[in-house]
C-alpha cells in the first residue's frame, strides 16, 4: 500500500520531464520551420519570420536549460 503512495510523484515527476523535453522539441522545431524552410515565405514577411524564429529557439533553449536544470 505505501509503494503505491509513493509512486505518484515519481509518475507526476516522469510525466513533467517527458512533457516539457516534447515542449522543447516543438519550440525548436517551429523555429527551425519559421526561418529555414520556405513554408511561411508567401505569408509572412522575412523580418516576422526570422524574429519570430529567434524568439522561439531562444524561448526553447531557456526551457530546456531549466528542465536540465530542474533535474
Same mark, same amino acid.
Given at each position: 500500500?505505501?509503494?503505491? &503512495?509513493?509512486?505518484?510523484?515519481?509518475?507526476?515527476?516522469?510525466?513533467?520531464? &517527458?512533457?516539457?523535453?516534447?515542449?522543447?522539441?516543438?519550440?525548436?522545431?517551429?523555429?527551425?520551420?519559421?526561418?529555414?524552410?520556405?513554408?511561411?515565405?508567401?505569408?509572412?514577411?522575412?523580418? &516576422?519570420? &526570422?524574429?519570430?524564429?529567434?524568439?522561439?529557439?531562444?524561448?526553447?533553449?531557456?526551457?530546456?536549460?531549466?528542465?536540465?536544470?530542474?533535474?
Amino acid at each position: 500500500m505505501n509503494r503505491r &503512495i509513493n509512486r505518484q510523484p515519481d509518475l507526476k515527476k516522469g510525466f513533467k520531464l &517527458i512533457w516539457g523535453i516534447m515542449m522543447v522539441i516543438i519550440y525548436v522545431s517551429v523555429a527551425y520551420l519559421l526561418v529555414f524552410t520556405p513554408l511561411f515565405r508567401e505569408n509572412i514577411p522575412s523580418w &516576422i519570420r &526570422i524574429s519570430f524564429g529567434v524568439i522561439f529557439s531562444v524561448y526553447g533553449v531557456l526551457r530546456g536549460y531549466r528542465l536540465w536544470k530542474e533535474q
